[in-house]
């Protein structure tokens, strides 16, 4: 493979920051020796053994049902509000992607706590429930909370890709069905909803991954109560220092990860979804 | 009225925020015929036709089909169908689905479905393209397929707005042809959009010419070549040569400070008018004998006939001819009188 | 590349200029201090700086585990640090620490006996007791009006939603070990087992499983019963008077935060005056004043405000005190531990 010798320095970058971890976890994963007495390691696949447990799959699909479950909600909002916005004329339409990115802008963990004070027995929404006479609502530490951190999280990913591929149907394809006898339903399901395919796959692929690894959002929105497979592998490295047990999960997420990334590809197989792997 | 007619656009008035796009659209098309909306960039024709097609609303007029006001029926109610310019083929679909993608909507049966796109695609000579891929397909064969998919619906009017433009010129020329021939063998009124002159004096019935929202003209090709009623329609159909003249009386008209027999009357005496003389009606004349004479500035060859320049005392004449009078030689130039028209100057 | 060269010039200048202003100052030695963040007045390492001349490097990590794991690693060579009673035990067996030349901490002398010679650190060969406390139920005696002496109100039906445990293994699952009688430290997987059983039950009655956050949710009325650390409940008593701390009559964890020297360290001698100085009656009672947690030194208790010194929260009784279990490391159990937990956890 000829390359420039500009692209050594990003060559190096990957190699120590990306390829050398990702080495170390699958060694790690396939060993069973305390991690510092690299020294005296043996192979062995116990710790993915132990992975196959129930209580440890039981985990693994919990986590993946919830990302499905995440995935399925920003879909159903998500698409529409790119529909929405690519209607728009152009000077609202940048306007309203801003509002889509600005939070983005703002770290991760900051815009989930934030949540906490709007969900709390004494937060914002129950304040004004109150006031309004009603009971206060049950909105935090629990299941719902979850997925509302996962949605408001990830929608716009799955609204960027929608909204790019739609403003990029050609407005006379649109017009040709309609010429042509279809009513506007007709138009969607058979002309913009399959043109649009790229763009969904793209967005459930955006959204799917972090979704099935994510820990914080169910730590703090639900309390500790929910362990997903992300709050597994963060508890090995964390607390009972059995990195090669982690290391497994770890690689066992991956492979599922990249299992449904070939899935998706399949659905895309012209690379139009302008995605972002 | 006359009962032949198929679209009649009353008092059609487009206005975009504070641009007007049309002003005072009045014309009819008869049935069968084939009628062209001619004009450059940005006079409004293909607004016009996409008012016809639905896919825009006039600010205020009436747009009459066979008798009823269709201002308000969205385009997939109407018994028209278009074929766009940049062809607008569905590409993820096949040809057959593309074709057959106004009668699956029409919930006929699978089996007229296959029977109707097999024959349109002969008519287009594009038999046993049905599983082909758009992108497969050429520039020439993505067109026939657009006008296809319109066809095959049998509409009672076919809407093209400028097809062929992205075609080399002697694919289009085919085209041309083949489009009238189609048009003449279904019997489906087609309105036609174009820019380029040529095609339209070549494929039209009736040429409608449009100028900055207005309409300047409509004729057969033979009446606006020949008679031209205004500066511009003169210096777009066909080229000419435009001079400032003065109508004497009937029949008699001066430029160049020369008299001439015309064919033109019913101007007011000593009326200022422009006329217009077309190249290939100017004959090259011995010198000394002419009434005009002028000298040779440039010759240029252009297969058909030479193309010269030649300057007399106030004008610069553009000759078409198949004689050839070589470059600073000093010429005469001659014009017969009914090919002198005469135009009332535009305010 | 004439501008790049006057840069560069200015650059050097400015080094040269930064050596010998530090050289003026030079301290004769560094010490490396590595700390649980938010746990020592940093007045009081001024001082040390000062009458030692010794430059203080201070950092901070919020677990033991962190602690643990880049000490192993190597990485910086850390002079004093200060992990908990289990970890000690744990740094012990695996002879990560120096012996104390008890010669050079003379103010050893000052803590508490009964906190000398604990079963993580006989004879405290290595460690020297810095800060302690308890952990305990604090409630809000306005909402819970009844008497609370047991961990049995935390599996109360009618205070679902108001209850917060602590997002930490061993001290949940020990809470439930307390509660069915067991120790805290204990390996029978069947005791594990009813422990696990005790906690899921609970489950649908707890609002949420934090760390720090108790503290502020039980402040702010989000939560009104709560396990927390007894350091955590002074701070939030004064917030909130409406606030209660009891240690439940089965018995609840005591912990301690010792100094320790790793092996790593360079400079034992200096680390050693560190500790020394740290057991001084006056910098300990500064120190206690600003942290807020519970100090073993008992001539510091007695400069203490009458408040702090008396309160049965920071200071309790003996009895309350003899209830209590200092954690155990599970070593190889840990993962029997971490079987339950998530057991626990992915519950629902």
Same mark, same amino acid.
Request: aromatic fraction near 12%; include cysteine; hydrophobic fraction near 45%.
């Given at each position: 493979?000829?390359?420039?010798?500009?692209?050594?320095?990003? +060559?190096?970058?990957?190699?120590?920051?990306?390829?050398?971890?990702? !080495?170390?976890?699958? /060694?790690?994963?396939?060993?069973? @020796?305390?991690?510092?007495?690299?020294?005296?390691?043996?192979?062995?696949?116990?710790?993915?053994?132990?992975?196959?447990?129930?209580?440890?799959?039981?985990?693994?699909?919990?986590?993946?049902?919830?990302?499905?479950?995440?995935?399925?909600?920003?879909?159903?909002?998500?698409?529409?509000?790119?529909?929405?916005?690519?209607?728009?004329?152009?000077?609202?339409?940048?306007?309203?992607? !801003?509002?889509?990115?600005?939070?983005?802008?703002?770290?991760?963990?900051?815009?989930?706590?934030?949540?906490?004070?709007?969900?709390?027995?004494?937060? !914002?929404?129950?304040?004004?429930?109150?006031?309004?006479?009603?009971?206060?609502?049950?909105?935090?530490?629990?299941?719902?909370?979850?997925?509302?951190?996962?949605?408001?999280?990830?929608?716009?990913?799955?609204?960027?890709?929608?909204?790019?591929?739609?403003?990029?149907?050609?407005?006379?394809?649109?017009?040709?069905?309609?010429?042509?006898?279809?009513?506007?339903?007709?138009?969607?399901?058979?002309?913009?909803?399959?043109?649009?395919?790229?763009?969904?796959?793209?967005?459930?692929?955006?959204?799917?991954?972090?979704?099935?690894?994510?820990?914080?959002?169910?730590?703090?929105?639900?309390?500790?109560?929910?362990?997903?497979?992300?709050?597994?592998?963060?508890?090995?490295?964390?607390?009972?220092?059995?990195?090669?047990?982690?290391?497994?999960?770890?690689?066992?997420?991956?492979?599922?990860?990249?299992?449904?990334?070939?899935?998706?590809?399949?659905?895309? @197989?012209?690379?139009?979804?302008?995605?972002?792997? | 009225?006359?009962?032949?007619?198929?679209?009649?656009?009353?008092?059609?008035?487009?206005?975009?925020?504070?641009?007007?796009?049309?002003?005072?659209?009045?014309?009819?098309?008869?049935?069968?015929?084939?009628?062209?909306?001619?004009?450059?960039?940005?006079?409004?024709?293909?607004?016009?036709?996409?008012?016809?097609?639905?896919?825009?609303?006039?600010?205020?007029?009436?747009?009459? /089909?066979?008798?009823?006001?269709?201002?308000?029926?969205?385009?997939?109610?109407?018994?028209?169908?278009?074929?766009?310019?940049?062809?607008?083929?569905?590409?993820?679909?096949?040809?057959?689905?593309?074709?057959?993608?106004?009668?699956?909507?029409?919930?006929?049966?699978?089996?007229?479905?296959?029977?109707?796109?097999?024959?349109?695609?002969?008519?287009?000579?594009?038999?046993?393209?049905?599983?082909?891929?758009?992108?497969?397909?050429?520039?020439?064969?993505?067109?026939?397929?657009?006008?296809?998919?319109?066809?095959?619906?049998?509409?009672?009017?076919?809407?093209?707005?400028?097809?062929?433009?992205?075609? %080399?010129?002697?694919?289009?020329?085919?085209?041309?042809?083949?489009?009238?021939?189609?048009?003449?063998?279904?019997?489906?009124?087609?309105?036609?959009?174009?820019?380029?002159?040529?095609?339209?004096?070549?494929?039209?019935?009736?040429?409608?010419?449009?100028?900055?929202?207005?309409?300047?003209? +409509?004729?057969?090709?033979?009446?606006?070549?020949?008679?031209?009623?205004?500066?511009?329609?003169?210096?777009?159909?066909?080229?000419?040569?435009?001079?400032?003249?003065?109508?004497?009386?009937?029949?008699?008209?001066?430029?160049?400070?020369?008299?001439?027999?015309?064919?033109?009357?019913?101007?007011?005496?000593?009326?200022?008018?422009?006329?217009?003389?077309?190249?290939?009606?100017?004959?090259?004349?011995?010198?000394?004998?002419?009434?005009?004479?002028?000298?040779?500035?440039?010759?240029?060859?252009?297969?058909?006939?030479?193309?010269?320049?030649?300057?007399?005392?106030?004008?610069?004449?553009?000759?078409?001819?198949?004689?050839?009078?070589?470059?600073?030689?000093?010429?005469?130039?001659?014009?017969?009188?009914?090919?002198?028209?005469?135009?009332?100057?535009?305010? | 590349?004439?501008?790049?060269?006057?840069?560069? !010039?200015?650059?050097?200048?400015?080094?040269?200029?930064?050596?010998?202003?530090?050289?003026?100052?030079?301290?004769?030695?560094?010490?490396?201090?590595?700390?649980?963040?938010?746990?020592?007045?940093?007045?009081?390492?001024?001082?040390?700086?000062?009458?030692?001349?010794?430059?203080?490097?201070?950092?901070?990590?919020?677990?033991?585990?962190?602690?643990?794991?880049?000490?192993?690693?190597?990485?910086?060579?850390?002079?004093?640090?200060?992990?908990?009673?289990?970890?000690?035990?744990?740094?012990?067996?695996?002879?990560?620490?120096?012996?104390?030349?008890?010669?050079? +901490?003379?103010?050893?002398?000052?803590?508490?006996?009964?906190?000398?010679?604990?079963?993580?650190?006989?004879?405290?060969?290595?460690?020297?007791?810095?800060?302690?406390?308890?952990?305990?139920?604090?409630?809000?005696?306005?909402?819970?009006?009844?008497?609370?002496?047991?961990?049995?109100?935390?599996?109360?039906?009618?205070?679902?939603? @108001? +209850?917060?445990?602590?997002?930490?293994?061993? %001290?949940?699952?020990?809470?439930?070990?307390?509660?069915?009688?067991?120790?805290?430290?204990?390996?029978?997987?069947?005791?594990?087992?009813?422990?696990?059983?005790?906690?899921?039950?609970?489950?649908?009655?707890?609002?949420?499983?934090?760390?720090?956050?108790?503290? %502020?949710?039980?402040?702010?009325?989000?939560?009104?019963?709560?396990?927390?650390?007894?350091?955590?409940?002074?701070?939030?008593?004064?917030?909130?008077?409406?606030?209660?701390?009891?240690?439940?009559? @089965?018995?609840?964890?005591?912990?301690?935060?010792?100094?320790?020297?790793?092996?790593?360290?360079?400079?034992?001698?200096?680390?050693?005056?560190?500790?020394?100085?740290?057991?001084?009656?006056?910098?300990?009672?500064?120190?206690?004043?600003?942290?807020?947690?519970?100090?073993?030194?008992?001539?510091?208790?007695?400069?203490?405000?009458?408040?702090?010194?008396?309160?049965?929260?920071?200071?309790?009784?003996?009895?309350?005190?003899?209830?209590?279990?200092?954690?155990?490391?599970?070593?190889?159990?840990?993962?029997?531990?971490?079987?339950?937990?998530?057991?626990?956890?992915?519950?629902?």
């Amino acid at each position: 493979m000829k390359l420039k010798w500009t692209s050594y320095p990003y +060559i190096v970058w990957m190699a120590i920051f990306i390829i050398v971890p990702l !080495l170390l976890i699958l /060694f790690f994963s396939v060993t069973s @020796e305390d991690v510092f007495r690299l020294g005296e390691f043996q192979f062995t696949l116990d710790n993915f053994k132990r992975f196959m447990s129930p209580i440890y799959l039981k985990v693994l699909g919990r986590s993946i049902t919830l990302a499905l479950q995440s995935t399925a909600i920003c879909f159903l909002l998500g698409y529409p509000m790119a529909m929405i916005i690519s209607k728009a004329e152009v000077k609202k339409r940048n306007a309203m992607i !801003l509002l889509f990115v600005v939070p983005m802008w703002m770290n991760f963990l900051l815009r989930t706590y934030a949540w906490l004070t709007l969900l709390g027995k004494n937060g !914002l929404i129950n304040y004004i429930i109150k006031s309004l006479g009603f009971e206060p609502l049950n909105l935090i530490y629990n299941n719902k909370a979850i997925l509302l951190g996962m949605v408001y999280n990830f929608l716009p990913f799955m609204v960027l890709p929608i909204y790019s591929v739609l403003i990029k149907i050609d407005n006379s394809l649109i017009e040709a069905a309609e010429d042509l006898g279809a009513s506007k339903l007709e138009v969607f399901t058979r002309i913009i909803l399959p043109l649009s395919i790229p763009g969904v796959v793209s967005g459930f692929t955006m959204v799917f991954m972090p979704a099935v690894s994510t820990f914080v959002i169910s730590s703090l929105l639900g309390g500790g109560k929910y362990m997903l497979i992300g709050n597994l592998v963060e508890q090995q490295f964390l607390w009972s220092g059995d990195w090669n047990f982690g290391s497994a999960i770890s690689i066992v997420m991956m492979i599922f990860i990249l299992i449904s990334m070939a899935i998706m590809a399949k659905f895309d @197989e012209d690379k139009k979804g302008g995605s972002l792997w | 009225m006359e009962k032949n007619i198929i679209i009649d656009l009353k008092n059609v008035y487009k206005k975009y925020d504070d641009l007007e796009v049309l002003k005072n659209i009045n014309f009819y098309i008869r049935k069968n015929e084939f009628l062209t909306l001619l004009g450059p960039s940005g006079c409004g024709k293909t607004t016009t036709l996409r008012i016809i097609g639905g896919f825009e609303q006039p600010t205020s007029g009436e747009i009459i /089909f066979e008798g009823k006001n269709i201002i308000n029926i969205p385009p997939y109610e109407r018994p028209i169908n278009t074929v766009f310019q940049k062809y607008a083929l569905f590409p993820h679909m096949n040809v057959f689905d593309n074709i057959a993608f106004g009668l699956k909507i029409k919930k006929l049966s699978k089996k007229t479905i296959e029977e109707k796109v097999k024959n349109i695609l002969k008519m287009v000579n594009l038999s046993g393209f049905e599983n082909r891929s758009i992108e497969s397909l050429s520039g020439g064969q993505q067109q026939r397929i657009a006008i296809a998919r319109a066809l095959v619906n049998e509409p009672k009017v076919l809407l093209l707005d400028e097809p062929l433009g992205a075609l %080399d010129l002697k694919l289009r020329k085919e085209m041309q042809m083949e489009l009238k021939n189609i048009q003449k063998s279904l019997g489906i009124t087609f309105i036609y959009v174009t820019h380029d002159q040529e095609e339209a004096l070549t494929m039209s019935d009736t040429i409608v010419v449009m100028d900055s929202g207005e309409i300047q003209q +409509i004729g057969t090709p033979v009446d606006i070549y020949n008679e031209p009623k205004n500066a511009f329609v003169a210096k777009f159909i066909g080229e000419s040569n435009i001079i400032e003249g003065i109508i004497h009386e009937d029949f008699v008209v001066e430029f160049e400070n020369i008299m001439f027999d015309c064919v033109d009357r019913g101007f007011e005496k000593k009326e200022e008018i422009d006329v217009v003389i077309r190249p290939e009606d100017l004959i090259i004349e011995n010198f000394e004998e002419a009434k005009l004479k002028g000298k040779v500035i440039s010759v240029t060859f252009k297969g058909v006939h030479y193309e010269m320049l030649i300057e007399s005392d106030n004008f610069l004449w553009k000759v078409h001819s198949t004689t050839m009078a070589p470059v600073n030689s000093l010429v005469g130039l001659s014009v017969l009188p009914e090919n002198i028209h005469v135009m009332k100057k535009v305010r | 590349m004439r501008r790049l060269g006057k840069l560069v !010039l200015l650059l050097c200048l400015i080094m040269i200029i930064n050596f010998i202003f530090t050289g003026c100052n030079k301290k004769e030695a560094v010490l490396n201090i590595y700390n649980w963040g938010d746990y020592i007045d940093p007045t009081v390492i001024k001082d040390f700086e000062d009458e030692y001349n010794i430059k203080v490097n201070y950092s901070t990590f919020a677990t033991n585990e962190d602690m643990y794991v880049k000490l192993k690693s190597g990485a910086g060579n850390y002079d004093v640090t200060f992990p908990s009673d289990y970890m000690i035990e744990r740094m012990i067996k695996e002879d990560m620490l120096y012996t104390l030349n008890k010669n050079n +901490i003379p103010n050893l002398k000052n803590i508490d006996e009964k906190f000398i010679n604990l079963s993580f650190d006989p004879e405290n060969q290595y460690s020297v007791p810095y800060f302690w406390g308890t952990v305990g139920i604090l409630y809000n005696k306005k909402v819970v009006k009844e008497k609370v002496d047991s961990w049995n109100i935390l599996w109360d039906e009618k205070y679902k939603n @108001e +209850i917060v445990m602590l997002d930490s293994q061993r %001290d949940s699952i020990g809470v439930a070990l307390k509660k069915l009688g067991y120790s805290m430290n204990s390996r029978d997987i069947n005791e594990l087992r009813k422990a696990k059983e005790i906690l899921i039950k609970q489950k649908p009655l707890v609002y949420t499983y934090v760390i720090d956050e108790v503290k %502020d949710l039980m402040i702010a009325g989000e939560a009104n019963l709560g396990v927390v650390w007894s350091g955590d409940a002074t701070a939030a008593i004064r917030e909130n008077e409406n606030l209660e701390y009891v240690i439940p009559k @089965e018995g609840s964890n005591i912990w301690f935060d010792n100094m320790v020297i790793p092996k790593s360290s360079k400079n034992k001698k200096e680390a050693e005056l560190f500790i020394d100085f740290m057991c001084r009656p006056d910098i300990t009672a500064r120190n206690t004043d600003y942290v807020g947690y519970s100090t073993p030194n008992k001539e510091a208790i007695e400069k203490l405000p009458d408040d702090i010194k008396n309160s049965q929260v920071a200071y309790p009784n003996d009895e309350d005190l003899e209830r209590c279990e200092i954690f155990k490391d599970p070593s190889d159990f840990i993962t029997k531990y971490d079987i339950i937990w998530t057991e626990i956890k992915a519950e629902y």
